[in-house]
T-cell receptor
């Protein structure tokens, strides 16, 4: 059973650029959630995808967007990067709606630095 | 707005010295209260789910409990390998899609040999 994998692990961008982060979910999981974790803070919910559709969204602007593919892998896209977007981006997979939805399996994250 | 507050922010204990971490929560339509462990440079690792007041869960040296306003993570006779940041999170339900988990800032626990 493979766990959640994320890529890239580290990246540096400049303000105004765009970034795509990728995530492969744990085998058998059809739900993917993305979280942003700033230094010294707890993770903040960005959005969740269930069977290729956005199933819920936190308090993040539209320049944060995502996709989920038929194999349940996922992408997080951030446009027009700002300095405050510097953070660890965590992908988490879980079983679908109504089934232990809060028991998340996290990847190790993608560390984004915006200069 | 949902809120989860953890205390203390940091805690240093001697090996074998038991203690408790606190999590106060205000989460609309609470569906579950979760505890995670996070090691430096890693993603959080799921520990426990608590669904209703009075519920308790145990795993090795850890025991989680839940009341209507708080949750506690009790650590009994900790070892250095228990050193980590412990995160508490609530899952709410506002009637639409998924609300996601609302996390606290965590308690950074250091166990000294």
């Amino acid at each position: 059973e493979t766990g959640v994998t994320q890529s890239p692990t580290h990246l540096i961008k400049t303000r105004g650029q765009q970034v795509t982060l990728r995530c492969s979910s744990q085998s058998g999981h059809n739900t993917v959630s993305w979280y942003q974790q700033a230094l010294g803070q707890g993770p903040q919910f960005i959005f969740q995808y269930y069977r290729e559709e956005e199933n819920g969204r936190g308090n993040f602007p539209p320049r944060f967007s995502g996709l989920q593919f038929p194999n349940y892998s996922s992408e997080l896209n951030v446009n027009a990067l700002e300095l405050d977007d510097s953070a660890l981006y965590l992908c988490a997979s879980s079983l679908g709606r109504g089934a232990r939805t809060g028991e998340l399996f996290f990847g190790e994250g993608s560390r984004l630095t915006v200069l | 707005e949902d809120q989860v507050t953890q205390s203390p922010e940091a805690l240093r204990l001697q090996e074998g010295e038991s203690s408790s971490l606190n999590c106060s929560y205000t989460v609309s339509g609470l569906r579950g209260l979760f505890w995670y462990r996070q090691d430096p440079g890693k993603g959080p690792e799921f520990l426990f789910t608590l669904y209703s007041a009075g519920e308790e869960k145990e795993k090795e040296r850890l025991k989680a409990t839940l009341t209507k306003k708080e949750s506690f993570l009790h650590i009994t006779a900790p070892k250095p390998e228990d050193s980590a940041t412990y995160l508490c999170a609530g899952e709410g339900y506002s009637g639409g899609g998924a609300d996601g988990l609302t996390f606290g800032k965590g308690t950074h626990l250091i166990i000294q040999p």
